[in-house]
């Protein structure tokens, strides 16, 4: 472990909340801080969405039909959830208390309705929206994926455009043109956020 990580042994842990217009490298940038950065984890949300091809269940989401993904927000066990480009997506309370009882900080990838209702629930959270340099490079990033039909990657567009207008309910903007420069940047906030004085403890510094 780093140094200077021991005073935050009972510190706050961090709840980061990432929104990003689809194709804008949302799901890279929070993968690669998961494999960099100490104590953070990705949580695994809940989906009506079918799998697309190489994804893991448990490990990309937890995929669920639309009865039992209804009954769980019924019974008040999702966080947040939305429904986003015709499918269900939630946040299960369950993933939140196991990384936070882990001792971890956790990353969500959520779109812009859940992170405002999260907002709402958890004020500390740090929010942080990731943008395209251009609207033509994300049509082109999305073409590239080739996992969605014509009609699905016109919907994320149109959709993109309007979750955009919402960056400023953000506390953090990052342009992912240079993935590199952008990992750095997500990585810098994480950072910085933990050393926010209300999340650190120095009861380290007890005995003195
Ligand atoms: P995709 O189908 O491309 O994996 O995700 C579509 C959108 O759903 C993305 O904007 C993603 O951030 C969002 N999303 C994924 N999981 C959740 C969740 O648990 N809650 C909410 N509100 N949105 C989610």
């Given at each position: 472990?780093?140094?200077?990580?021991?005073?935050?042994?009972?510190?706050?842990?961090?709840?980061?909340?990432?929104?990003?217009?689809?194709?804008?490298?949302?799901?890279?940038?929070?993968?690669?801080?998961?494999?960099?950065?100490?104590?953070?984890?990705?949580?695994?949300?809940?989906?009506?969405?079918?799998?697309?091809?190489?994804?893991?269940?448990?490990?990309?989401?937890?995929?669920?039909?639309?009865?039992?993904?209804?009954?769980?927000?019924?019974?008040?066990?999702?966080?947040?959830?939305?429904?986003?480009?015709?499918?269900?997506?939630?946040?299960?309370?369950?993933?939140?208390?196991?990384?936070?009882?882990?001792?971890?900080?956790?990353?969500?990838?959520?779109?812009?309705?859940?992170?405002?209702?999260?907002?709402?629930?958890?004020?500390?959270?740090?929010?942080?929206?990731?943008?395209?340099?251009?609207?033509?490079?994300?049509?082109?990033?999305?073409?590239?994926?080739?996992?969605?039909?014509e009609a699905d990657i016109r919907r994320r567009l149109a959709r993109g455009r309007e979750e955009v207008k919402q960056y400023n309910q953000y506390q953090y903007v990052i342009v992912n043109e240079d993935f590199a420069r952008a990992a750095g940047e997500l990585q810098a906030v994480i950072l910085a956020e933990r050393r926010r004085s209300f999340r650190v403890s120095l009861e380290?510094?007890?005995?003195?």
């Amino acid at each position: 472990m780093a140094g200077g990580e021991a005073e935050r042994v009972d510190g706050q842990r961090l709840l980061i909340v990432v929104s990003a217009p689809s194709g804008a490298g949302k799901t890279s940038l929070c993968e690669w801080v998961v494999r960099t950065v100490p104590n953070v984890v990705h949580s695994v949300s809940h989906t009506t969405r079918p799998p697309r091809r190489h994804e893991v269940e448990g490990r990309d989401y937890f995929f669920v039909d639309e009865a039992r993904f209804r009954a769980m927000a019924e019974s008040g066990e999702f966080a947040e959830w939305a429904e986003v480009h015709g499918h269900l997506y939630g946040t299960s309370r369950a993933q939140l208390a196991e990384h936070f009882g882990a001792g971890n900080d956790i990353i969500l990838d959520i779109d812009t309705q859940g992170a405002a209702l999260l907002r709402k629930s958890f004020p500390d959270a740090v929010s942080v929206f990731i943008v395209p340099p251009s609207w033509a490079l994300l049509e082109a990033r999305l073409r590239r994926r080739h996992t969605d039909a014509e009609a699905d990657i016109r919907r994320r567009l149109a959709r993109g455009r309007e979750e955009v207008k919402q960056y400023n309910q953000y506390q953090y903007v990052i342009v992912n043109e240079d993935f590199a420069r952008a990992a750095g940047e997500l990585q810098a906030v994480i950072l910085a956020e933990r050393r926010r004085s209300f999340r650190v403890s120095l009861e380290f510094l007890s005995g003195c």
